[in-house]
Each structure stands twice: as structure tokens, then as C-alpha cells.
């Protein structure tokens, strides 16, 4: 099997074509029930066919050009460049339509249901982000949309709840597990089982069964491919350093494809209470073989993050691969580190960005002189902006206050 | 492609259930979550005693993928007992039911105690067999041959949206039943059968001489008579699961079970 994914491999990118098995490496594959087993097989076909369709890529560039507001810019942060002594670029996917990077998933998601002549979609969320981005998407084509998402976050991100049934979606609060992210996805998972006919799992990361690590990370590949091209006019080379913060990791596995054929260093940046890619351990869930948090007998372990967007257990498989092959690293960044890059990037570069890459800067923050050396250039994927994440974060800096 | 040697002689659950069926009688396989109750193991036995031709214990999981509300709470209720695998595995060892057990527990599990060694506990526990849903045929190799050579048959399951081609490749790879999942969806008691039942398992009926069970959303003694029409069998899970949840205890699973019994001929 794992001859197989190198032969798909060979010759092309390090972030190639995994083949017919989803594989990346030892991790990946399709680990779903007897009855999402075909429909696997069915998206994977459509995937292929639609995006080897020039009338597809049309359409989609053409949405997310007119629609999703891309390319995005990239930004160099002077000030907080200066202070710490490197050329700091920011891909700001916190400006595309929605506010975050999720939209260029859900709109390829959401014309591939229409090609497989199905009418709804379902989405797991955490943060909301990718709620918002799959009901935004919905209510563009005209498709019915549901969103799972657990209690827990439903409660620390009223807003987005309120933002996706503005645009027409219902939002199913999860209640079972830890009431989190993992438990939104399994709630989606069985709810696709039941409606599989009329209905596509739009999943939100590069994560699940194949082919939707796959699929997702070339609907994110736009990221890489925009701020390759972006770095090489503003420093007339690539970055040094590529940085992104890791939830599942779309919008990390999106800008690697950019730069992963290159020399630049690449790092996903985790919630140090959620670090599958440093903490966790091979195993399977939600689909996928990967690294997961888990205990001795296999049992899943809860994340725990201030930010809902990166409250998973586990990493995309690609992740785990590219870790295990040595071409990405995969660092950590504590609430407390987060909560002072949120600020300073406010401050120094008048941004409000999502606590998601907080974490990316945060480790670019606490790096810079130490293992990114003084003078070096660093891109940091700005996967979202941090309005939905402003009322927890005056909470949160009150509190800190008060220790 | 799985190794589909026709030669395999059949293992403990498979010889159990084809002679009962060629016997002429439909097969009843009652499903258990382990360590739901503190008296689950009593509960086994009482339904080993009221007519169960083999039985289903749930190894309880973190994340159920195909568990609908009512599993899940069964789950929920053998962790607050803070049981381990291996513990609950133990507790199965000494039940002495004399009926044929398989496990039913997602892959996570059996991949982290390793296969050789989770196949070894089965076997240490008397387990005959093991259901592991997630793995699907083109994942099962590793699973399947340390399984057996450790001497557990695993059942593979084919459902409503399974192509006859592959209904037949899962049904040559299947070792101690074949499992017809009677509806797309998640376990849970449902008021009627669904319209794909009979046609799930004709397609498995053409092309294997397994028994084949149906299962998933079966609830009432007289739905199992009605898919018995043309299945071998019936798994029935969140029927009584529900039951042992709301107290019945042994002797109100045994009366279920004798229902069941009942409604599908001694
Ligand atoms: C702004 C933002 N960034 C990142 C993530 C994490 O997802 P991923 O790792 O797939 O990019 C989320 C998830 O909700 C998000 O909202």
C-alpha cells in the first residue's frame, strides 16, 4: 500500500497526488462505515473529474475572485518587523469574503454537490468559521444547509450561530462527547450516513477519509500559489520561514503547496493543548489514519484551547506525514503566548486576527533571534480575522489581569 | 485484494450459527454494550439462557461513528464506571455463557492494543469474533490476518448503497455471519422497516451462502419476523440496550430476548 502511494508520489510534488487509497505515507486512508464507503468512492470521482475540468476551475476562480474578494494580499508588517528583527509578511486570508480562509473550501464543496446532483450540504464546525463560510456558500447556490456544532462552542461563539441562521442555514447543537469540535464531526458523520442520497459532507478540513484531505487541501491550495507569487515580488524570493497555524490543517496544508517544493522552512503552528502533530499518537478516527490525543487503550483524548478553531484531537494525515518525513515541523504556542501576539499584532499593525494564527505568530514571536535567525523572512498565514474572537478575548485578558 | 481462501474452515460462531440455521431455525444475535450496568455480565447470561443463538458486546469507544443516541448512552454509562478494555475483556472471560460472543468495537481500539494482541484477548476472553465498522475491506488486511491466525473470525457488514460486486468481494471476506445493514443510518429503534432491508439481503443471499443477519434500526419482535422472511437472522441492539438503560435488568433483557424468540419460532 505504501508502494503504491509513492508511486503516485514519484516525480511530482512532496505534496502530490496520495492515489487511489488516500494515502500519505502510512497515514490517511478511508476508515468509514459499509455505508459511506461508496459515497466516498462517488466524491472522490467527482473531485477528480471537476477539477481536471477547465469549466469547473473557471467558475470556482470566478466565485472566489467576484465573490470571495481573492487574491488576497500579502502584507509586510514594518513595525513589528523592525522589532523583531525580520522581514514579516502576513497572507491575509483574513480579508477574503467571510473572514477567513474556510470560504475557498466551501465554495469548491459546494459546486462539486451541485455537479453530484445533490441539494444540501451538512459541515462540522468549531470556531463557527467554516459554518459561516458552508452556509455563506449555501445560500449562494441555493443549496439547504445543517451545521453541527457542540454545546461548548456554540456558547463561546454565540455570534457566528446567529451569522448562520441569518444566511439561512440550521445549526444543530451537539451535545454528546466533549461538546466540541471532535464531537460536531461524528454527529456530521452520522447524519451523512442517513442522508447520503441527497446530501454532501462538506468537511472543513484537510482531515476525514479520503479524498477529503486531499480535496481540501487543493481547494486551499490558492493560498500557496498566491502568496508564492506575492513573496517573490515583494522579497524577489521565497520566505525563509512559512508559517500557519494547525487546527485539522487546511489552511497550513493550502500554503505549503506553495513552498513545499522550495528550500523554505515550513511550520505548523498547534494549540499546546490540542498538539496531535508533538503529543499524538498513530492511530484512527473520524475516518482517517493520522496522529491522534489518545490514552493507552485508544481512547480519544479532549483538546483544550482557547480557541475553538484548533480544540482537535488530532492533525490532518498529510500533517503527520510531512512531520514524519522531516519536510514540515510542527511547534506549539501556549493560550498565554497567543493572547500577547492577538495584542501586539493589534498594536503594532493595526490587525485584529483570529486566535487561530495568533498561534503562528505567537511562535514567530517567540522564535525570531532563536531558530529564525535575525534578519531572515517569514510568511505568516493570517487564516482569519478576530472579530468573532473579540468579547472572549476582553474576557480572557480580564481575567489575566485579575492573576 | 484480502486473502479469500474458500478453504478456511468455519470458526466457532460460523459452525454455530450455520448449524442452527440448517436446522431450520432463525438466528437472534441480542446486542450489549459491556460494563453498561453493573450487572451486565448477568444480563448476558440471562439472554444466553432465553434463547440468544450467539451475542454482540459493544467494547465501549470515545467517538462512535455509527452509534446512534441510545448506544451512545450505553457508552456514556460504562464510562462512568472508568472501566479499561482489558478489564471489561476479563470480566467476559468467566461469564461462561456457552453461546458464541463477537465484539463489536470501532478500529481505533484494536490498532492501538496492536492486532496480534488485541486478536490474543479475544481469544483469552472466549470471544469468538469481532465487528469493527470502520474498517472497511480495502483497510481490513492488517486486521484480518493477525485475526486469523489468532483464530477470530471477523464479520464484515454490506449495506443498502453496496454495489452487488463489492456485496460479493465483502461477502467472500466475511468469517462467522454476514452482517445486512437494513438501513442507511446510525443504530436506534425505528417504527417500521426500512425499504431496503429485503433488497440488501438478496443481493447478499445471491452471492454467499453465509448466514446472513440484519441489523441496525430493528426494534420490535414483529419486525424481526418480518426481515426473517428473508434473512437468516436478527441483530437487535438499541431495543434493548434502551431497555437495560431505563432498569430492566437481567430478568427484563431475558423477557425481551424471549419475545424475540418468540416472534422468530423456537
Ligand atoms: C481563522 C481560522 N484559522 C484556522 C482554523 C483551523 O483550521 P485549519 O487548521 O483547517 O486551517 C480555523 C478553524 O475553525 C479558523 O477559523
Not at chain 1, 511530482?12 to 459499509?34: A, K, L, Q, T, Y
Not at chain 1, 502584507?75 to 470560504?103: N, P
Not at chain 1, 453541527?148 to 450561530?161: I, K, P, S, Y
Request: glycine share 12%.
Amino acid at each position: 500500500m505504501s508502494g503504491e502511494a509513492t508511486n503516485h508520489m514519484a516525480g511530482g510534488s512532496v505534496m502530490g497526488d496520495p492515489g487511489p487509497n488516500g494515502r500519505f505515507g502510512e497515514f490517511g486512508g478511508r476508515f468509514v462505515p459499509e455505508s459511506l464507503f461508496p459515497a466516498c468512492l462517488e466524491l472522490e470521482e467527482a473531485f477528480r473529474s471537476a477539477w481536471a475540468d477547465p469549466a469547473f476551475r473557471a467558475r470556482l476562480d470566478g466565485l472566489l475572485a467576484r465573490f470571495g474578494g481573492r487574491p488576497t494580499p500579502v502584507t509586510e508588517c514594518q513595525r513589528l518587523g523592525e522589532r523583531l528583527g525580520i522581514r514579516l509578511l502576513l497572507k491575509r486570508e483574513d480579508l477574503a469574503h467571510t473572514g477567513s480562509h474556510k470560504l475557498n473550501n466551501v465554495v469548491g464543496q459546494a459546486l462539486l454537490t451541485q455537479r453530484m446532483g445533490k441539494h444540501r450540504m451538512i459541515a462540522e464546525t468549531g470556531a463557527g468559521q467554516h459554518g459561516v463560510a458552508a452556509a455563506t456558500a449555501s445560500a449562494l447556490l441555493g443549496l439547504d444547509c445543517t451545521v453541527f456544532m457542540g454545546e461548548v462552542d456554540t456558547e463561546r461563539q454565540a455570534l457566528n450561530v446567529f451569522r448562520m441562521e441569518l444566511l439561512g442555514a440550521e445549526v444543530k447543537t451537539v451535545r454528546t462527547g466533549s461538546r466540541t469540535l471532535k464531537d460536531a464531526v461524528n454527529e456530521a458523520l452520522r447524519e451523512w450516513v442517513a442522508t447520503v442520497d441527497d446530501t454532501h459532507y462538506c468537511l472543513g478540513s484537510v482531515m476525514g477519509p479520503h479524498p477529503f484531505p486531499y480535496m481540501v487541501r487543493e481547494l486551499q491550495r490558492v493560498v500557496g500559489t498566491e502568496a508564492h507569487a506575492q513573496s517573490l515580488e515583494i522579497l524577489g524570493a521565497v520566505p525563509d520561514v512559512v508559517v500557519a497555524c494547525v487546527g485539522g490543517g487546511s489552511n497550513a496544508a493550502g500554503t505549503f503547496t506553495g513552498f513545499v517544493d522550495t528550500d523554505a522552512r515550513l511550520v505548523g503552528v498547534e494549540a499546546a493543548g490540542g498538539a496531535a502533530a508533538t503529543n499524538g499518537i498513530p492511530g484512527i478516527l473520524h475516518g482517517m489514519r493520522s496522529r491522534l490525543l489518545q490514552d493507552e487503550e485508544g481512547q480519544i483524548r479532549e483538546a483544550e484551547s482557547i480557541s475553538a478553531g484548533l480544540d482537535y484531537p488530532g492533525i490532518g494525515p498529510e500533517h503527520a506525514h510531512l512531520g514524519a518525513i522531516g519536510r514540515a515541523e510542527y511547534a506549539r504556542a501556549t493560550d498565554d503566548e497567543v493572547l500577547d501576539a492577538f495584542s501586539v499584532l493589534a498594536q503594532t499593525e493595526g490587525i485584529i486576527a483570529a486566535l487561530e494564527p495568533c498561534h503562528a505568530l505567537a511562535w514567530v514571536i517567540a522564535e525570531a533571534g532563536r531558530s529564525i535567525q535575525a534578519g531572515s523572512t517569514v510568511l505568516v498565514t493570517l487564516s482569519g480575522r478576530g472579530d468573532k474572537d473579540v468579547a472572549q478575548v476582553r474576557d480572557l485578558l480580564a481575567e489575566r489581569a485579575a492573576r | 485484494m484480502p486473502d479469500t481462501s474458500v478453504t478456511a474452515r468455519p470458526g466457532g460462531l460460523e459452525a454455530a450459527l450455520r448449524a442452527r440455521r440448517d436446522g431450520g431455525a432463525k438466528l437472534l444475535i441480542p446486542y450489549v454494550m459491556a460494563g453498561m450496568t453493573d450487572d451486565w455480565i448477568e444480563v448476558l447470561q440471562a439472554i444466553a439462557s432465553a434463547g440468544a443463538d450467539a451475542i454482540e458486546v459493544g467494547l465501549p469507544f470515545s467517538d462512535p461513528m455509527i452509534d446512534g443516541p441510545v448506544v451512545q448512552a450505553a457508552g456514556l454509562a460504562a464510562f462512568e464506571r472508568h472501566p479499561t478494555i482489558q478489564g471489561l475483556l476479563d470480566q467476559l472471560a468467566i461469564a461462561e455463557l456457552g453461546i458464541p460472543v463477537a465484539v463489536m468495537t470501532y478500529y481505533n481500539l484494536v490498532f492501538r492494543f496492536g492486532h496480534r494482541r488485541f486478536a490474543a484477548s479475544l481469544v483469552a476472553a472466549g470471544v469468538s469474533a469481532a465487528i469493527v465498522p470502520d474498517l472497511p475491506l480495502e483497510e481490513l488486511d492488517p486486521w484480518a490476518a493477525a485475526a486469523d491466525a489468532g483464530g477470530i473470525e471477523t464479520v464484515l457488514m454490506v449495506a443498502p448503497s453496496t454495489p452487488p460486486a463489492r456485496v460479493a468481494a465483502i461477502a467472500t471476506r466475511s468469517r462467522g455471519f454476514l452482517y445486512a445493514i437494513t438501513r442507511m443510518g446510525v443504530t436506534g429503534e425505528r417504527a417500521a422497516l426500512g425499504d431496503a432491508a429485503a433488497g440488501v439481503v438478496e443481493r447478499a443471499r445471491a452471492v454467499s451462502d453465509l448466514p446472513i443477519c440484519a441489523g441496525i434500526g430493528i426494534s420490535t419482535p414483529e419486525q424481526a419476523r418480518e426481515v426473517c422472511e428473508v434473512a437468516d437472522g436478527v441483530v437487535v441492539g438499541s431495543a434493548l440496550v434502551r431497555r437495560l438503560l431505563d432498569g430492566v435488568g437481567p430478568e427484563g433483557a431475558a423477557e425481551f430476548v424471549g419475545e424475540l424468540r418468540g416472534a422468530l419460532g423456537g
